[in-house]
């Protein structure tokens, strides 16, 4: 009650406004009134929010005393009932039945009665404890949706009843957030967007011009929300923590948004940064795979996809200040639900008139920087085929994503016919579930998830970059060299990764070619390491599927088992085979749903390959059984040149198999030092060269060399020939 | 050419029918000519069709000489082939078209000249080679279709092409395999019934009536298709080889049924043995998953599917027969294809009628009877919930199932909401992947799949059942002993298996209860091992999901991994973790798909636990990496008793979880002896008590025992109590 007492003066008061406005306006909803039987999508979500709320009128609400942690009791209670807060407000509005106002104000004077007299949550762990919840985040959330809930029905409150509210439930909370844990309240962190969206709608819930100031310019006047808009993202949407992170944070950006754009119109938040959070949006969802699943990531739980709450209420806003949109509507049509807002039923009646019948979502090639000024370094995502039949190559350098990154520069991984096929393993963690440490991210999390080798890229001498430490990743985005992907049938992306280790320098040239009469891509994959002293290099395919077949033999553990090694994430993973190859090209095919895929690797001198599956020192069954191939190379500067194809189908209820064998019959180097690499890879009888520059990438700029005793003439960073004609050069 | 020649005037010959009549007659094919566009269902197929085979006009369609495996070009060359010869017959019939004949009559000449000459096929392993095909079984295969496709385009053929065609490609495949493969062709298994049918539409489509005599009634009069009606099912229609194999025997069996109705109507076979292809049908269709696939009794590959052509054909001609039903046009629905015949034009008029808007299959308890009896064991399926929410138990007591058989007496799996919970391996087989051993059952089928360790029931000193000799376990069925499935709410099965072990009775009895109040059935089983000697008992749970959490403390491996056993299946299983636990209860639970499952079992005076995962001495990757929860006693005559629930609901993209704990607090033995077993669970601070008698079953028996100090009264072979009062006494 102390704090009640001292700050209760010191509350400026912004020129009391009209409400309802944080979440819509009173004429917002009565024009959403008027559309709520009109809509099939909107009637079902309006008759889904009744029956929800409908089933707690005449009841008490359970206010609990904070006791558990995620997935306990008290925290899916107080969960539930900022929901509540929220659909009550709206239902109230809609129907004018005052029980569900009562039922919200009856609930926020619990609140008001409980609030004062928290202190950190019992199971609390992190730097940024919470109150009513484990985690200051979900105090946040508590925020964010207490306020919308108390704006809808602060017109039918008495005065006492919103003092009370305001000093009770709300301060206390606020007080802690920008005070207790104002550094963190400061962050340009998805934490940070989430603490400003809920101290920014109460400050508009309450008339608080106070916290309508720290939460669009921090404590400090250099941080909050429109900082966060400057700076999590890149000029073209891409959101420093990843595609995962963006899907959470859009629901804090777009609901303050939503609630300054009719407090504040002045602002002209959604034009802000040439419409960043619409870009952001784009970005967002091209970061998905076609079931709807965001690339996993950094960490990133891989069952989330684009029907969550977060993206619903994305999209329904987008779509009412954005305007109509194909695009949007095709994600609409699969989250098949809308939120009750004019937004929404701008959604619901586009749905209503298409009849179903969208469009897929328009997945297509996009490299976004990243840095809030696009230059540290980026991501590409590379597509081919559409529909059900789109293949999917995201490459990551990145930054290093804040505290949630993972060490995985140079990394690929790849998605084919809505398949995850070379895998990113994402987080370790059971969202929710209270058994597994209160749902929180595991400690495999960090020990393995994030560690180098859990990744398709290279790990030298078993040390993850960066030696796995946070700061120095940050200070050190990846870096691309170029890129060309103008024509669908070429698209290559070539980046480095100077500084991840002492002496060794890393790069990595993807090369996403669609060969003259083939159905799929192919993937021709160069991955350079340079260095003058010798080093082991791990690169890993973390191939998702059953192994097939290999071109060569290999020695299997098959009594007993150990580890790959000791720790950097090789503790993690048993041994099941190995071999040690010479002067040839190692075949791996796997399958993958109905269909098989093959990685064909240069072994050069000498490699030594593994075959390797996560679980060891998992005394808690917290990983997933997964299998990798890794290709080990030993040496000073190396060269990984690999193939991956997609190739033939598998259909066990028809019983055929088709075209299950790799096309790839040998690939060599025909030249490679600091200067180029000239690779020939025979395929079904026919060659394909990829000749690239590796120090002069000059668009310009002609390369006439020699190799293989031939002359071969090229412009620009790369050229590539097949049966002797060029593709491209 | 020798058989040719030398058995030219052995043939006798069948009155001269009226062609086509094999798959269709005139006036059938006239009728569905007059329906193709009428119904959408139907007219998909026909375009389907024709556009395949019209793919192929003009051209020269290869009859290559036999090389590959399965999977390899002259295997799946073939397997089309006799497709093709199918449908080219029947548009020939629907559209008039003389070049569909030609194409179909052009194939069939170059099998007269490629037949006669085939020796052993050069990728024959078995003991029942085939020519055409690695495996006789194919052959026969060809002989169905090649035989319907014949019969088709036989009007057109003059007598000189008939008789090359008869003698060349048809003779020298039915002398195979009724003279060289005799006792293979009078074989009561799925390979015989595809060699008679084969033989039979061969026999009906070139009039030859001593073919149709042995396909009918085998070479020695005592065996053929008619025995196989009559023995391989039981009286209400359970396949012996359960229903992975009903799936691939129902097409012969009723292709050739549908044949011998067009030209032997006086055999009314449809009508045989009270309907016993109508009953196997639907006990085929009962034991599926709500996802349409089989359920992985024996030898199963498990994404075998009620979608397949076999089953397609079959709804489609039990439909024209036996006449409309709401639970076939479900399947049909699920199929969205229909045949190229009265029937499948009749499922696609309902199909049409019915705008898609079917029910869900009538899903319901069963119990089968196996063996031509139905006396030699058989299986009792125990269902609860409805659509998408359905619980299925499956107990299997039955016969061994021929040569596919597992040694799995007592086994239950559970599916639920769906997904697999508690899951039989299947077989260990890649069905058509050539490098998976041609796509042949591998040997781990044999040494881990089909072994005791491997399912979910008892191995007594690490030894399989019968010590894995089909010939020994073929001799022994299991028995019931009795069963009360009237009463959805309490559904109880009782079997016992006396002769897998020398000293050793299994008997085990599984309560599968709808608690008043609960949303989701419970499952208590009561195994009992009875022996006056010391042994080591193996009760395994096979779970499929993501371990969430123990109520003890256990031992991981986790920098070295052993096997679990040398032989009999334990050498491909790796020790993750063990316990010992002495007095207590322990408890697991699991997460699979968006439901919790705990397994509850009582120790007893010590047990020793294992977590395992298939893996171990699996030089070629051959097995998915599967966990099991392994329960280990020792002793004389010991008692698992063990609760499986089914509780709460995680999601991932809400991030709520629920009831995520188990309810069972305490299991404790109030009596167990010869006589009776008397089973406390307390569950939420209820009490449910389960009483069974041992050995005298009789259902008016009273019972009048004293347990736990009080008096316990029922009448049968069991009584259940909860919270005091008698749910079944």
Same mark, same amino acid.
């Given at each position: 009650? =102390?704090?009640?007492?001292?700050?209760?003066?010191?509350?400026? +008061?912004?020129?009391?406004?009209?409400?309802p406005?944080?979440f819509a306006t009173k004429a917002d909803l009565l024009q959403l009134k008027g559309q709520l039987n009109r809509y099939p999508a909107l009637t079902a979500s309006y008759t889904d929010t009744k029956?929800?709320?409908?089933?707690?009128?005449?009841?008490?609400?359970?206010?609990?005393?904070?006791?558990?942690?995620?997935?306990?009791?008290?925290?899916?209670?107080?969960?539930?009932?900022?929901?509540?807060?929220?659909n009550?407000?709206l239902l109230y509005n809609l129907t004018g039945?005052?029980?569900?106002?009562?039922?919200?104000?009856?609930?926020?004077?619990?609140?008001?009665?409980?609030?004062?007299?928290?202190?950190?949550?019992?199971?609390?762990?992190?730097?940024?404890?919470?109150?009513?919840?484990?985690?200051?985040? $979900?105090?946040?959330?508590?925020?964010?949706?207490?306020?919308?809930?108390?704006?809808?029905?602060?017109?039918?409150?008495?005065?006492?009843?919103?003092?009370?509210?305001?000093?009770?439930?709300?301060?206390?909370?606020?007080?802690?957030?920008?005070?207790?844990?104002?550094?963190?309240?400061?962050?340009?962190?998805?934490?940070?967007?989430?603490?400003?969206?809920?101290?920014?709608?109460?400050?508009?819930?309450?008339?608080?011009?106070?916290?309508?100031?720290?939460?669009?310019?921090?404590?400090?006047?250099?941080?909050?929300?429109?900082?966060?808009?400057?700076?999590?993202?890149?000029?073209?949407?891409?959101?420093?923590?990843?595609? %995962?992170?963006?899907?959470?944070?859009?629901?804090?950006? %777009?609901?303050?948004?939503?609630?300054? $754009?009719?407090?504040?119109?002045?602002?002209?938040?959604?034009?802000?940064?040439?419409?960043?959070?619409?870009?952001?949006?784009?970005?967002?969802?091209? #970061?998905?795979?076609?079931?709807?699943?965001?690339?996993?990531?950094?960490?990133?739980?891989?069952?989330?996809?684009?029907?969550?709450?977060?993206?619903v209420?994305?999209v329904n806003i987008?779509w009412d200040v954005?305007g109509k949109?194909?695009?949007?509507l095709?994600?609409a049509?699969?989250?098949?639900r809308v939120m009750l807002h004019t937004g929404g039923a701008g959604v619901a009646a586009a749905l209503a008139a298409g009849?179903?019948?969208?469009?897929?979502?328009?997945?297509?090639?996009?490299?976004?920087?990243?840095?809030?000024?696009?230059?540290?370094?980026?991501?590409?995502?590379?597509?081919?085929?559409?529909?059900?039949?789109?293949?999917?190559?995201?490459?990551?350098?990145?930054?290093?994503?804040?505290?949630?990154?993972?060490?995985?520069?140079?990394?690929?991984?790849?998605?084919?016919?809505? $398949?995850?096929?070379?895998?990113?393993?994402?987080?370790?963690?059971?969202?929710? &579930?209270?058994?597994?440490?209160?749902?929180?991210?595991?400690?495999?999390?960090?020990?393995?998830?994030? #560690?180098?080798?859990?990744?398709?890229?290279?790990?030298?001498?078993?040390?993850?970059?960066?030696?796995?430490?946070?700061?120095?990743?940050?200070?050190?985005?990846? #870096?691309?060299?170029?890129?060309? &992907?103008?024509?669908? !049938?070429?698209?290559?992306?070539?980046?480095?990764?100077?500084?991840?280790?002492?002496? +060794? !320098?890393?790069?990595?040239?993807?090369?996403?070619?669609?060969?003259?009469?083939?159905?799929?891509?192919?993937?021709?994959?160069?991955?350079?390491?340079?260095?003058?002293?010798?080093?082991?290099?791990?690169?890993?395919?973390?191939?998702?599927?059953?192994?097939?077949?290999?071109?060569?033999?290999?020695?299997?553990?098959?009594?007993?088992?150990?580890?790959?090694?000791?720790? @950097?994430?090789?503790?993690?993973?048993?041994?099941?085979?190995?071999?040690?190859?010479?002067?040839?090209?190692?075949?791996?095919?796997?399958?993958?749903?109905?269909? %098989?895929?093959?990685?064909?690797?240069?072994?050069?001198?000498?490699?030594?390959?593994?075959?390797?599956?996560?679980?060891? @020192?998992?005394?808690?069954?917290?990983?997933?059984?997964?299998?990798?191939?890794?290709? !080990?190379? !030993?040496?000073?500067?190396?060269?990984?040149?690999?193939?991956?194809?997609?190739?033939? $189908?598998?259909?066990? +209820?028809?019983?055929?198999?088709? @075209?299950?064998?790799?096309? &790839?019959?040998?690939?060599?180097?025909?030249?490679?030092?600091?200067?180029?690499?000239?690779?020939?890879? =025979?395929?079904?009888?026919?060659?394909?060269? &990829?000749?690239?520059? @590796?120090?002069?990438?000059?668009?310009?700029?002609?390369?006439?060399?020699?190799?293989?005793?031939?002359?071969?003439?090229?412009?620009?960073?790369?050229?590539?020939?097949?049966?002797?004609?060029?593709?491209?050069?």
């Open positions: 009650m =102390r704090m009640l007492t001292v700050y209760l003066l010191c509350l400026s +008061v912004l020129a009391h406004a009209q409400h406005v944080a029956k929800m709320v409908d089933a707690w009128l005449g009841k008490e609400v359970d206010v609990p005393f904070p006791k558990d942690p995620a997935g306990g009791y008290t925290h899916e209670r107080h969960k539930e009932n900022y929901i509540l807060m929220l009550g407000g039945d005052r029980r569900y106002a009562l039922l919200v104000r009856d609930m926020l004077l619990k609140y008001a009665a409980l609030n004062p007299g928290l202190g950190k949550h019992p199971q609390a762990t992190s730097s940024s404890p919470g109150r009513i919840f484990w985690q200051a985040l $979900n105090d946040a959330n508590w925020l964010v949706y207490a306020g919308l809930g108390y704006d809808l029905i602060q017109p039918m409150l008495t005065p006492a009843e919103r003092k009370t509210i305001e000093q009770g439930a709300f301060k206390p909370e606020v007080d802690f957030i920008t005070k207790d844990l104002e550094s963190w309240f400061n962050l340009i962190h998805n934490h940070g967007v989430w603490a400003c969206a809920g101290v920014g709608i109460v400050g508009i819930a309450t008339d608080n011009a106070d916290y309508v100031r720290m939460a669009l310019h921090g404590t400090d006047g250099k941080s909050g929300y429109m900082v966060q808009l400057d700076e999590l993202f890149s000029p073209d949407g891409y959101y420093t923590e990843g595609p %995962y992170y963006v899907r959470y944070a859009l629901l804090p950006f %777009y609901l303050f948004a939503n609630a300054l $754009n009719n407090a504040r119109p002045e602002l002209k938040i959604f034009e802000h940064r040439g419409r960043i959070l619409r870009k952001a949006l784009d970005a967002g969802l091209q #970061q998905t795979n076609t079931d709807g699943r965001f690339f996993p990531v950094n960490d990133a739980i891989k069952e989330k996809d684009y029907t969550t709450n977060e993206l209420t994305a987008a954005y949109d194909e695009a949007l095709a994600i049509a699969r989250q098949g009849k179903g019948a969208m469009a897929a979502y328009p997945y297509k090639t996009v490299e976004y920087g990243d840095g809030p000024k696009g230059n540290q370094g980026g991501i590409s995502l590379l597509r081919s085929g559409t529909g059900s039949n789109l293949t999917s190559l995201f490459f990551k350098y990145a930054s290093h994503g804040l505290s949630h990154g993972h060490y995985d520069r140079l990394g690929i991984f790849l998605y084919d016919q809505g $398949n995850e096929v070379l895998a990113d393993y994402g987080a370790v963690r059971f969202i929710g &579930v209270e058994q597994k440490w209160g749902g929180r991210y595991l400690p495999e999390n960090k020990t393995y998830a994030a #560690q180098t080798i859990a990744h398709n890229t290279i790990t030298v001498d078993e040390t993850s970059h960066f030696k796995g430490k946070e700061a120095d990743a940050e200070k050190n985005p990846g #870096q691309k060299i170029f890129s060309d &992907v103008k024509d669908p !049938r070429i698209q290559v992306v070539a980046a480095k990764e100077e500084k991840a280790y002492d002496d +060794v !320098r890393l790069y990595r040239t993807v090369y996403f070619l669609q060969l003259p009469g083939a159905s799929k891509p192919l993937l021709v994959d160069l991955f350079r390491t340079v260095s003058d002293n010798v080093h082991q290099y791990d690169l890993p395919f973390q191939y998702n599927g059953q192994l097939i077949s290999t071109s060569f033999a290999y020695q299997s553990h098959t009594a007993q088992q150990q580890t790959l090694g000791k720790r @950097n994430g090789y503790q993690f993973l048993w041994k099941e085979a190995e071999a040690i190859l010479k002067d040839t090209m190692a075949q791996l095919t796997f399958l993958t749903g109905k269909t %098989y895929y093959s990685v064909s690797t240069l072994t050069g001198d000498s490699a030594h390959i593994f075959f390797t599956r996560a679980g060891a @020192n998992d005394p808690n069954f917290n990983l997933r059984r997964v299998p990798s191939y890794i290709i !080990r190379k !030993r040496g000073t500067s190396k060269q990984f040149v690999s193939v991956v194809e997609i190739h033939g $189908n598998y259909d066990p +209820v028809g019983e055929f198999s088709g @075209n299950a064998y790799s096309s &790839v019959q040998d690939i060599s180097l025909l030249r490679e030092d600091g200067d180029y690499t000239i690779a020939r890879i =025979r395929i079904k009888g026919k060659e394909l060269i &990829v000749a690239q520059a @590796n120090k002069e990438y000059g668009a310009a700029l002609r390369h006439s060399i020699s190799a293989g005793g031939k002359p071969v003439e090229w412009t620009g960073p790369f050229g590539i020939w097949y049966e002797g004609k060029p593709l491209k050069n």
